[in-house]
C-alpha cells in the first residue's frame, strides 16, 4: 500500500509540474484535431510493432510451440500492463500471463523476458546514438567519442547477454554463502528464490542454444522502426510539421526516460516529461512538446485498451473451449 502511495504521488507530482505549462483546453484542442488517416497509420504501426514482438518472444520461448496470435493477444495484455501497474510490476505480467494461458513455467516466461529487454537496449542505444551524431552541435560531443562509447555499451550489453546464466548462477552461490554466513540456510524463502533463479539461469542458457540471435535482433530493429513510426504518425496527426530523424531523436529521449527505476504508475509522467525534453532538443516549442507527449500517450493508451479488452475475452473464451 505505501509502494502503491509512493507510486500515486511521483506520478502527479510529474503530471502536476506539466500542467503549470500547459491547459487541460489544450490538450483537448490537440486531441480533438488529430487527422484521422495519421491516427489509423499510427495505429496501424501499433499493431504491427507488437506482432513482431509476438513473433520475437516466440524465437525466444524454447520448451513449447506457442501459436503466434496467442503470443499477438498475451503480448498487446503485457503492453497495457506496463502502462498502469505501479513500480514497474507491469513487467511481470508477461511471464504470469504466458503462465495462465500457455502453460509456461514463470522462470521460463523471465528469462524470455531479460532477453527480449537486453535486444530492446541494444537496438534503442545503437538508434539512439546513431540519431545523436546529427545534433553534436547540441551535445558538444565529439564524434569519435560518440563512436568509442557506442563500442563500450554495445560490449557491455554482449557480455550481459551472453553471460547471463553464469552471473545468475554466481549470484545464487553468493546468496547460499550469504545465507550461510547470517546463519540462515535452512531459510525456505531463501531456497525458494535460489530455486527460482538457478531455474531461470538454465532457461537463459536454452535461449541462447536456439541461436535465434539473427532473427530475434531483426524482429526487435523491425518493431522499434515501427515503434517510431507510431510516434511520427501521431505527431503528424496533431499537425506537427516535423522530419522522421527529429522524430527517432526527440520519443528515444522518451524511452531512455521511461525506463528509469521511477516507481510511478505505469510510465504516466515518466514518458512525457523524456518526451518533452527530446522534442525541446530537436526544437518544437515547449507547450507543442508537453502536449504532444501526453496526447501521443493517451491516444496509445486508448487504443491498447481495446486491443487488449478484445484480447481478453478471445483467450478466455478459447480457454473455456479447450
Given at each position: 500500500?505505501?509502494?502503491?502511495?509512493?507510486?500515486?504521488?511521483?506520478?502527479?507530482?510529474?503530471?502536476f509540474?506539466?500542467?503549470?505549462?500547459?491547459?487541460?483546453?489544450?490538450?483537448?484542442?490537440?486531441?480533438?484535431?488529430?487527422?484521422?488517416?495519421?491516427?489509423?497509420?499510427?495505429?496501424?504501426?501499433?499493431?504491427?510493432?507488437?506482432?513482431?514482438?509476438?513473433?520475437?518472444f516466440?524465437?525466444?520461448?524454447?520448451?513449447?510451440?506457442?501459436?503466434?496470435?496467442?503470443?499477438?493477444?498475451?503480448?498487446?495484455?503485457?503492453?497495457?500492463?506496463?502502462?498502469?501497474?505501479?513500480?514497474?510490476?507491469?513487467?511481470?505480467?508477461?511471464?504470469?500471463?504466458?503462465?495462465?494461458?500457455?502453460?509456461?513455467?514463470?522462470?521460463?516466461?523471465?528469462?524470455?523476458?531479460?532477453?527480449?529487454?537486453?535486444?530492446?537496449?541494444?537496438?534503442?542505444?545503437?538508434?539512439?546514438?546513431?540519431?545523436?551524431?546529427?545534433?553534436?552541435?547540441?551535445?558538444?560531443?565529439?564524434?569519435?567519442?560518440?563512436?568509442?562509447?557506442?563500442?563500450?555499451?554495445?560490449?557491455?550489453t554482449?557480455?550481459?547477454?551472453?553471460?547471463?546464466?553464469?552471473?545468475?548462477?554466481?549470484?545464487?552461490?553468493?546468496?547460499e554463502?550469504?545465507?550461510?554466513?547470517?546463519?540462515a540456510?535452512?531459510?525456505?524463502?531463501?531456497q525458494?528464490?535460489?530455486?527460482?533463479?538457478?531455474?531461470?539461469?538454465?532457461?537463459?542458457?536454452?535461449?541462447?542454444?536456439?541461436?535465434?540471435?539473427?532473427?530475434?535482433?531483426v524482429?526487435?530493429?523491425?518493431?522499434?522502426?515501427?515503434?517510431?513510426?507510431?510516434?511520427?504518425?501521431?505527431?503528424?496527426?496533431?499537425?506537427?510539421?516535423?522530419?522522421?530523424?527529429?522524430?527517432?531523436?526527440?520519443?528515444?529521449?522518451?524511452?531512455?526516460?521511461?525506463?528509469?527505476?521511477?516507481?510511478g504508475?505505469?510510465?504516466?509522467?515518466?514518458?512525457?516529461?523524456?518526451?518533452?525534453?527530446?522534442f525541446?532538443?530537436?526544437?518544437?516549442?515547449?507547450?507543442?512538446?508537453?502536449?504532444?507527449?501526453?496526447?501521443v500517450?493517451?491516444?496509445?493508451?486508448?487504443?491498447?485498451?481495446?486491443?487488449?479488452?478484445?484480447?481478453?475475452?478471445?483467450?478466455?473464451?478459447?480457454?473455456?473451449?479447450?
Open positions: 500500500m505505501k509502494r502503491l502511495l509512493i507510486s500515486i504521488l511521483i506520478t502527479a507530482g510529474i503530471i509540474f506539466l500542467f503549470t505549462q500547459i491547459s487541460l483546453k489544450d490538450l483537448y484542442a490537440l486531441l480533438k484535431s488529430i487527422d484521422p488517416l495519421w491516427a489509423i497509420l499510427g495505429s496501424a504501426g501499433y499493431f504491427l510493432a507488437i506482432l513482431f514482438r509476438a513473433f520475437r516466440q524465437r525466444l520461448i524454447h520448451s513449447k510451440d506457442i501459436p503466434l496470435s496467442e503470443l499477438f493477444r498475451l503480448s498487446i495484455l503485457y503492453h497495457l500492463s506496463l502502462m498502469v501497474l505501479p513500480s514497474k510490476l507491469g513487467e511481470l505480467s508477461y511471464p504470469y500471463l504466458l503462465n495462465k494461458f500457455s502453460g509456461m513455467t514463470i522462470t521460463e516466461g523471465m528469462a524470455s523476458l531479460i532477453a527480449s529487454r537486453v535486444y530492446d537496449f541494444f537496438i534503442v542505444l545503437m538508434i539512439f546514438l546513431f540519431a545523436s551524431i546529427g545534433f553534436q552541435d547540441f551535445f558538444q560531443i565529439d564524434l569519435f567519442f560518440i563512436i568509442l562509447l557506442s563500442a563500450f555499451l554495445i560490449g557491455l554482449f557480455l550481459f547477454f551472453f553471460y547471463m546464466s553464469d552471473l545468475l548462477r554466481l549470484f545464487t552461490n553468493l546468496m554463502k550469504m545465507s550461510q554466513w547470517v546463519g540456510k535452512e531459510s525456505k524463502p531463501i525458494w528464490v535460489q530455486r527460482k533463479i538457478h531455474e531461470i539461469a538454465e532457461d537463459f542458457y536454452a535461449i541462447k542454444a536456439r541461436r535465434t540471435y539473427l532473427s530475434v535482433t524482429t526487435s530493429l523491425i518493431s522499434w522502426i515501427l515503434v517510431f513510426w507510431m510516434f511520427y504518425a501521431f505527431v503528424r496527426g496533431f499537425g506537427i510539421e516535423i522530419s522522421f530523424f527529429k522524430v527517432v531523436f526527440g520519443s528515444t529521449i522518451a524511452i531512455l526516460a521511461n525506463a528509469l527505476p521511477i516507481s504508475i505505469g510510465n504516466w509522467g515518466t514518458l512525457e516529461a523524456g518526451w518533452a525534453a527530446g525541446l532538443m530537436v526544437g518544437l516549442a515547449k507547450e507543442k512538446a508537453i502536449a504532444t507527449g501526453f496526447g500517450h493517451i491516444v496509445i493508451f486508448l487504443i491498447s485498451t481495446v486491443m487488449s479488452l478484445i484480447s481478453w475475452v478471445t483467450l478466455n473464451l478459447e480457454r473455456q473451449e479447450q
